[in-house]
């Protein structure tokens, strides 16, 4: 299954760096240490919103700009996408809403606010924030951005297409799970990059909905996602994204919160960067994979570094948050 060419991904890489900059792969020796793999990290925290949502919100926005004039755009999220979007819309003159669910990342929201985002809180989670947004566009006229769509997903996968071309031949990658559009830009790459790396998705225990899902083979939601890393924090599959992840990722290792809270740690202690929950996701399965990947060249998908402080201080004196 292929969404996009190459030549299409190479645009849209083209389009992103125009404000987005490559962002960096760094062989970390502490973290090699710590797993007995050779580890790159590819920083997606290094982004303008510290998170590789950007580069999908810059897409999309490019494309509905182009496309028609929309009065308004409305999104869902907990954190990364909403700023994505209101980030890009800001930029084209497009006035965005962006549903949250009670109790989201304070920092996040403000994230959000500061980039010209109207805040709507609504919901439990982000699905009823999801299905909130949907009525609210109905209702206004708006626009609803996806979470999960090709013209995001291409965004989205320029991060891997700068990963595989600065580091050959690696033996896998590990990429965290919310809804999928990461590790689906990373599997469609390798794939047309025409590589054997294999790609391994890392769920939270607390949100195993894609999990079994996959296992299966059919849509499996679950009536809650209770992660302190919010962005795995997801119930409901998005059917296109299971059926990439399905074909495309070699296994997908579930991690409980108290390895994500201590692949946070770990980041911060082998490389001085901050990582959010969902970002220290792919360390986490690393480490719970033990010496599986041991003398192996590996890549770690660090998403996002968008943690409020109190979770952080949490997670460096030694607790684990909750969600």
């Known amino acids: 299954m292929s969404l996009f060419a190459l030549a299409e991904l190479e645009n849209a890489a083209e389009l992103v760096h125009a ?4 962002t960096p792969q760094y062989a970390w020796p502490l973290l090699a240490r710590h797993t007995g793999a050779e580890v790159w990290v ?4 290094h982004t303008p919103i510290g998170a590789f949502k950007v580069r999908g919100g810059i897409t999309y926005i490019d494309w509905l700009r182009r496309s028609s004039a929309p009065g308004g755009v409305i999104s869902a999220t907990r954190g990364n996408h909403g700023q994505s979007i209101a980030f890009a819309a800001r930029r084209a003159g497009i006035p965005v809403s962006i549903v949250v669910p009670h109790g989201n990342s304070e920092e ?3 994230a959000m606010e500061s980039l ?5 809180v609504h919901g439990r989670d982000f699905d009823e924030a999801r299905a909130h947004a949907a009525r609210v ?6 626009h609803v951005v996806p979470s999960f769509h090709p013209l995001l997903v291409k965004g989205v996968a320029s991060y891997a297409l700068e990963l595989f071309r600065a580091v050959p031949s690696l033996d896998a990658v590990y990429a965290p799970i919310g809804l999928g559009s990461g590790i689906c830009g990373v599997i469609l790459v390798r794939d047309l990059l025409r590589l054997r790396t294999e790609i391994i998705g890392v769920v939270a225990e607390e949100a195993p909905a894609l999990a079994r899902s996959i296992a299966a ?4 939601p679950t009536q809650a996602a209770r992660t302190f890393a919010d962005g795995l924090a997801c119930r409901e599959p998005d059917p296109q994204a299971m059926a ?3 074909k495309g990722a070699a296994r997908l290792v579930c991690v409980r919160e108290d390895e994500i809270a201590a692949a946070m740690r770990a980041y911060y202690a082998a490389t001085h960067n901050v990582a959010e929950g969902a970002g220290a996701a792919a360390l986490a399965g690393l480490v719970r994979e033990g010496g599986r990947m041991r003398g192996r060249r590996v890549a770690l998908i660090l998403s996002g570094g968008n943690v409020d402080g109190a ?3 949490q997670v460096l004196d030694g607790r684990t948050p909750a969600a």
């Open 244 to 246: 990439i992840i399905a």
């Open 217 to 220: 083979g059919k849509s499996v």
């Open 42 to 45: 590819k920083h997606e925290n």
């Open 116 to 120: 010209g985002a109207e805040l709507i």
């Open 137 to 142: 566009a109905q209702e206004r006229s708006l």
């Open 311 to 313: 979770v952080l201080r």
């Open 19 to 22: 404000v987005v900059p490559a």
């Open 108 to 110: 996040k929201n403000a």
